[in-house]
């Protein structure tokens, strides 16, 4: 799985806003049904506490779709591709601003891997930047970052992603964010309990150690629930 695609959206004025359960069975049942995709995640807000950052309301509504390929990941936000048609059919977020994005995804291993848990939790950073040298930044990051990811305790998965160009016929706003994480705990309880861990201190530390970096960073707790396609 090496190509991501995500859209998220908010609600500044009605951060208490969610979705309708009807819309995300239409959501759940449109993800299914995209060729091409391996899994899906479906994003709902979380609770949880970091020892040190919180940056208030983040999206209440989002999904990230993976595919091996990027032909089919442009096919399903192409002018025909089946989640233009989605787009339209979601009342419950008619008042939101959408964003969307592609990226490469870039997986890495974690102490115990387990059966994808049913009250997961994801922890989703996005770098707006830019860098002063993206290619220093990323290859700093990716060398020291992940591997003190791993030693967070319970934590389950491990993504690192960057941006890409690509195609789309979407109506939601493009953004070029230079960098997106994703680590997944088995609750919200148990990503709590991970950043106010030791681990959490060590993250800090390499923080400070990054190269020169513009946009700050945003970090926000978000439910998640995997969606496979129908076969």
């Not at 979601?90 to 959408?98: E, M």
Request: net charge negative; with cysteine.
């Amino acid at each position: 799985m090496r190509f991501c695609y995500f859209a998220f959206f908010e609600a500044p004025h009605d951060p208490s806003l969610r979705i309708s359960e009807d819309d995300l069975e239409r959501t759940r049942e449109t993800l299914g049904s995209l060729p091409g995709m391996s899994k899906a995640h479906i994003y709902q807000p979380a609770e949880a506490s970091d020892l040190y950052t919180d940056d208030g309301t983040g999206p209440v509504f989002g999904f990230q779709l993976y595919f091996d390929r990027i032909e089919d990941l442009e096919t399903s936000v192409g002018s025909r591709g089946v989640l233009k048609g989605l787009a339209d059919s979601l009342p419950s977020l008619g008042q939101t601003l959408a964003s969307q994005q592609a990226m490469l995804n870039r997986q890495f291993p974690v102490p115990e891997e387990k059966p994808f848990p049913p009250e997961a939790c994801s922890y989703l950073v996005h770098y707006p930047g830019p860098a002063q040298d993206l290619s220093e930044w990323l290859a700093y990051y990716l060398e020291h970052h992940p591997a003190i990811m791993a030693r967070f305790p319970g934590i389950r998965e491990i993504e690192i992603l960057s941006r890409i160009d690509w195609i789309d016929s979407m109506p939601w706003r493009r953004v070029h964010s230079m960098q997106r994480n994703r680590v997944m705990f088995d609750s919200d309880e148990a990503l709590t309990a991970a950043l106010h861990s030791p681990v959490r201190h060590e993250m800090r530390a390499d923080f400070a150690q990054f190269p020169a970096f513009e946009g700050g960073n945003f970090h926000h707790p978000m439910l998640t629930e995997r969606v496979l396609p129908r076969q």
